[in-house]
Structures are given as structure tokens and as C-alpha cells.
């Protein structure tokens, strides 16, 4: 596997983590009894901490990428493994 492969598949990793990770931790302003401003939406956060957030999923990112290539390199699960019906694609 090429580099450039791998640092593709770590930047869709990157970005599907953060937004798995994106409900996580967030508190309301009726969750934190904070006055609300007129016409904010009911879900918008107190506080938003994106920096925290593009942190845990560089992190989290990492982590799937180095079992997706660590996977790729000594092929523990394979096509046929995730094949659980129809036939083979050998």
C-alpha cells in the first residue's frame, strides 16, 4: 500500500470520526441553565469546543487506520470473512 493511500484513507477516517464524535460531550443552554439569546435553536451548544473535538478524531482516526492497515498488511479478516452469504468471490 502506497503512502499517499494510506494518508487518503486516514483523512476519510478524520472525517467520519469527527462527525461520530460530534454529539458527544455537548451540553444545551436548558442543560446548563443558561439564558438562551432570541431565535438560537434548542440543540445549540453552550460552549463549542472544536479543537477538543478535531483532537479526539486525529486520535480516533489514527487508531482505525493503523488496524485498517495493519489488517490490510496481514489480511486477518479477508472478503470471503464478511461474505456471510451468497457465493464466494474467489
Do not use: C
Not at 39 to 56: I, T, Y
Request: aromatic letters at 16%.
Amino acid at each position: 500500500m502506497q503512502w499517499t493511500s494510506i494518508v487518503a484513507i486516514y483523512f476519510l477516517f478524520f472525517v467520519f470520526s469527527a462527525f461520530v464524535l460530534l454529539p458527544f460531550g455537548v451540553r444545551t443552554h436548558d442543560e446548563a441553565g443558561v439564558a438562551k439569546i432570541p431565535g438560537q435553536a434548542d440543540s445549540a451548544p453552550v460552549e463549542f469546543r472544536g479543537w477538543r473535538l478535531l483532537g479526539r478524531a486525529a486520535i480516533l482516526a489514527a487508531i482505525v487506520t493503523a488496524a485498517y492497515v495493519l489488517n490490510y498488511i496481514n489480511g486477518w479478516i479477508t472478503i470471503d470473512d464478511l461474505a456471510v452469504w451468497g457465493p464466494s468471490f474467489e
